[in-house]
T-cell receptor
């Protein structure tokens, strides 16, 4: 049962344009959602999070939008830079219990010069 | 920012041997640490949750006798893969929780079992 899904395995965007990464979830009880960036053979790096009681959080070039009715969140990166090329994972967490993160499958973002 | 280290970063071992991986939170105390495994081109899968001073909580399908977890202090958790086999070859990543909405990850350990 995949509670967090990233349906696009890959995405290519031109440098300077907006990158939009999407994520869907099934459990309406999730408290927080997080986005991580991962390079090969490295651990994930935290990018940005959003509480389930909010619909938008912005940090520099990164903005996360949450649509609870649609159980959908997205990460916007603007402007996209070559260094943004990586695999992006969305994750959801339930505070109740052990704060376990549930990850999506990841989306490989490639920024083309 | 919060830093989590893992040691070793990569290890190659023979089938049947045991391998220990250390996870340390360098600049903060983590009451909870998590162990993940990632197979090639797949998502991170939570293996177990490790709480300092108590037994780890394993996810369904993860053999607790094979993947021994010890969380001896607020800054150290260890994962021991016992009697490793080639199918255990994977990328193992730990994380430590500082605040509920953030987990900081270690750099990962690449295990190759021959």
């Amino acid at each position: 049962d995949q509670q967090v899904k990233q349906n696009s395995p890959s995405l290519s965007v031109q440098e300077g344009r907006i990158s939009i990464l999407n994520c869907d979830y099934t459990n309406s009880m999730f408290d927080y959602f997080l986005w991580y960036k991962k390079y090969p053979a490295e651990g994930p790096t935290f990018l940005i999070s959003i509480s389930s009681i909010k619909d938008k959080n912005e940090d520099g070039r990164f903005t996360v939008f949450l649509n609870k009715s649609a159980k959908h969140l997205s990460l916007h990166i603007v402007p996209s830079q070559p260094g943004d090329s990586a695999v992006y994972f969305c994750a959801a967490v339930l505070i109740q219990g052990a704060q376990k993160l549930v990850f999506g499958q990841g989306t490989r973002l490639t920024i083309n010069p | 920012g919060a830093v989590v280290s893992q040691h070793p970063s990569w290890v190659i071992c023979k089938s049947g041997t045991s391998v220990k991986i250390e996870c340390r939170s360098l600049d903060f105390q983590a009451t909870t640490m998590f162990w993940y495994r990632q197979f090639p081109k797949q998502s991170l899968m939570l293996m177990a949750t490790s709480n300092e001073g108590s037994k780890a909580t394993y996810e369904q399908g993860v053999e607790k006798d094979k993947f021994l977890i010890n969380h001896a202090s607020l800054t150290l958790s260890t994962l021991t893969v016992t009697s490793a086999h080639p199918e255990d070859s994977s990328f193992y990543i730990c994380s430590a929780s500082l605040v509920p909405d953030t987990q900081y990850f270690g750099p990962g350990t690449r295990l190759t079992v021959l």
